[in-house]
């Protein structure tokens, strides 16, 4: 089965830094790239998605893309203690699960932000 | 409000017990999902459906069952068979099968221990 790897951390930034969250995928014919937070104890939650090669920002989120690298990453600006939290990465697999893929999940970075 | 509703937000199994997880959507989602999270792991696939009365096998479905009777919901048995079934349990949905696009929403969660 195809790999999302994610680097576990914990990854430290002080308050008002950028946070920057990586993920690398196997499967070259990847085409749907998504971000989750997931509290502790709590379940996931989308923050992000992106499909095209470049930058997707969101408020305080930047999502990148670069499929020649098999690459996707997460920018958090101006973080605060509230972003402190594990964020998962998803791939979807267009070769696994049916005509558009299930989703392949990294085991997560979780992120500490420091007052 | 529209979401996807877990329960019992904790399940206490017995040896030799069977139990049943229950994950219902109000989302109008064709596709749904049953996830196990261990402590510092990512999410892996259980089961999933794309259709009423369909479903298909993820990577870790020994021990498991569902049924997919009505469009809204897709409980999951946790049998006898299941012998570490200790973990955080997740339901998702998404719409249409059809487009590669569509992220996946979580429910709260069900965390099942052994008694």
């Known amino acids: 089965q195809k790999e999302v790897e994610q680097n576990s951390g914990p990854l430290s930034v002080p308050e008002g830094a950028i946070a920057s969250l990586n993920c690398t995928y196997s499967?070259?014919?990847?085409?749907?790239f998504f971000w989750y937070r997931q509290y502790s104890g709590k379940s996931p939650e989308l923050i992000m998605s992106?499909?095209?090669?470049g930058d997707k920002e969101d408020g305080r989120f930047t999502a990148q893309l670069n499929k020649a690298s098999q690459y996707v990453s997460l920018l958090i600006r101006d973080s605060q203690p509230s972003d402190s939290a594990t964020y998962l990465c998803a791939v979807r697999d267009p070769n696994y699960g049916g005509s558009q893929g299930n989703l392949i999940f990294g085991k997560g970075t979780k992120l500490s932000v420091k007052p | 409000d529209g979401g996807i509703t877990q329960s019992p937000k904790y399940l206490f199994r017995k040896e030799g017990q069977n139990v049943t997880l229950s994950c219902e959507q109000n989302l109008n989602h064709d596709a749904m999902y049953w996830y196990r999270q261990d402590p510092g792991q990512g999410l892996r696939l259980i089961y999933y459906s794309q259709i009423v009365n369909d479903f298909q096998k993820g990577d870790i479905a020994e021990g498991y069952s569902v049924s997919r009777e009505k469009k809204e919901s897709f409980p999951l048995t946790v049998t006898s068979a299941q012998k570490n079934p200790t973990a955080f349990y997740l339901c998702?949905?998404?719409?249409?099968w059809g487009n590669g696009n569509q992220p996946q929403h979580f429910g709260d969660g069900t965390r099942l221990s052994i008694l």
């Open positions: 992106i499909y095209s090669n």
């Open positions: 499967d070259r014919g990847s085409q749907s």
């Open positions: 998702a949905s998404s719409m249409g």
